[in-house]
């Protein structure tokens, strides 16, 4: 089946830093992935839908400027977390598509934030 | 914008019991998912139902899609500790998902 990692799984920073997070389909060509933020005991709450070579689709409410996200190739979707508060310390999980218009999403294990 | 709730939020079963969570969209959806999540873990896709009145098997869990295609079961028989963790469905209304509230189940020996 298709996978999808994520780096780092873990992440503890101090406030005011940037955090970059990696998301990579491993086994397919991912046209389309997703960003997802998970607060504890909470569903999961889409940020963003990433498009290769295009810019990221944001749900409302999520701060462009301060999710910056990037799509340069059909494997590798990133998502920067820029000067980091507290209130930022998430489970980012990242997700995929094999093929346009295919339903079903891959999930990553997902990286956990921790800001100081 | 679309939204995705299930009850119960919590459900605390003595082992071999039944379980049942429930899924109510509040648009129309042209499929629905469910994934588990395991306490620590991240999201593992289960199924996918896709026509009104469908249900799937796999094993102890029976999923259920309703005839509006606005809600879903899930329901296991005879739960086992291994079932432990939280249960979403997840409905897809175009290109993206909404997942639901969740349900987290707790297996008692």
């Known amino acids: 089946g298709a996978v999808v990692s994520q780096h780092p799984s873990w992440v503890i920073c101090k406030s005011g830093t940037s955090v970059k997070i990696e998301c990579r389909s491993l086994d397919f060509q991912a046209t389309t992935m997703f960003w997802y933020r998970q607060f504890p005991k909470q569903s999961l709450m889409l940020m963003a839908t990433?498009?290769?070579?295009?810019?990221?689709?944001?749900e409302q409410g999520v701060e462009k400027d301060k999710f910056l996200i990037n799509h340069a190739s059909l494997t590798l979707s990133t998502l920067t977390v820029t000067s980091a508060h507290p209130e930022d310390s998430s489970f980012y999980i990242c997700s995929a598509r094999d093929r346009p218009n295919q339903e079903t999403q891959y999930f990553g294990p997902g990286t956990r934030l921790l800001v100081l | 914008g679309q939204q995705v709730m299930q009850i119960p939020q919590y459900q605390h079963v003595q082992e071999g019991e039944d379980f049942t969570t429930y899924c109510n969209s509040s648009t129309t959806l042209s499929n629905i998912q469910w994934y588990k999540q395991r306490p620590g873990g991240h999201p593992v896709f289960l199924i996918q139902?896709?026509?009104?009145?469908e249900v799937k098997k796999q094993k102890r869990l029976t999923f259920q899609f309703g005839e509006a295609k606005k809600n879903s079961s899930l329901h296991i028989t005879a739960t086992q500790t291994t079932d432990v963790g939280t249960y979403f469905c997840?409905?897809?209304?175009?290109?993206?998902?909404?997942f639901g509230t969740g349900t987290q189940l707790k297996v008692e020996l």
């Open positions: 990433s498009n290769e070579g295009s810019k990221a689709t944001y």
């Open positions: 997840a409905g897809d209304g175009g290109n993206k998902l909404t």
């Open positions: 139902l896709v026509k009104s009145g």
